[in-house]
């Protein structure tokens, strides 16, 4: 399946970069992820096939930041599958930041952030999906 995401990245130090996959990506099979793109300054649109199982999850990992002032951060604005904007169910994925143990033992920030569209520490993204996603899409419309 086709999957776009249009990010905002404000960069201010590093060399950050996103990866897209699914739950089920086999990192077996794989010593590098082929859907890893670097991230540069402003809004791009990042573009990849995704094998996606019948129940699965969207991935998107932030990785590669590091701590400046001002913040490296990324605003993930929109989902796009298959040409369906995703838009309806962003709010509903899970961000879970990858902490440094010191900041965690220090601010006992929560373990994930829903919504979660806002990447401020390397973390992963995550968003329940069915397939196909015009199915998914009905079924989460159809009211009983």
Not at 10 to 17: A, D, E, R, W
Not at 82 to 109: H, T, V
Request: aromatic share 16%; net charge negative; glycine share 4%.
């Amino acid at each position: 399946m086709n999957v776009k995401i249009i990010v905002d990245a404000k960069i201010h130090g590093g060399n950050p970069s996103i990866d897209l996959y699914s739950r089920h990506y086999n990192k077996l099979k794989y010593h590098t992820n082929p859907n890893t793109f670097l991230l540069k300054p402003g809004i791009q649109t990042l573009e990849c096939d995704i094998d996606f199982y019948p129940v699965d999850c969207l991935n998107i990992k932030f990785k590669g930041k590091v701590h400046t002032v001002p913040d490296t951060f990324v605003k993930l604005n929109k989902v796009i599958i298959d040409e369906i904007d995703m838009q309806q169910f962003l709010l509903q994925g899970k961000y879970f930041p990858m902490y440094d143990e010191n900041f965690y033992n220090e601010f006992s920030p929560e373990d994930f952030y829903c919504p979660g569209t806002d990447f401020y520490h390397n973390g992963v993204f995550e968003l329940q999906i069915k397939t196909p996603i015009w199915k998914f899409m009905m079924e989460k419309y159809n009211v009983s």
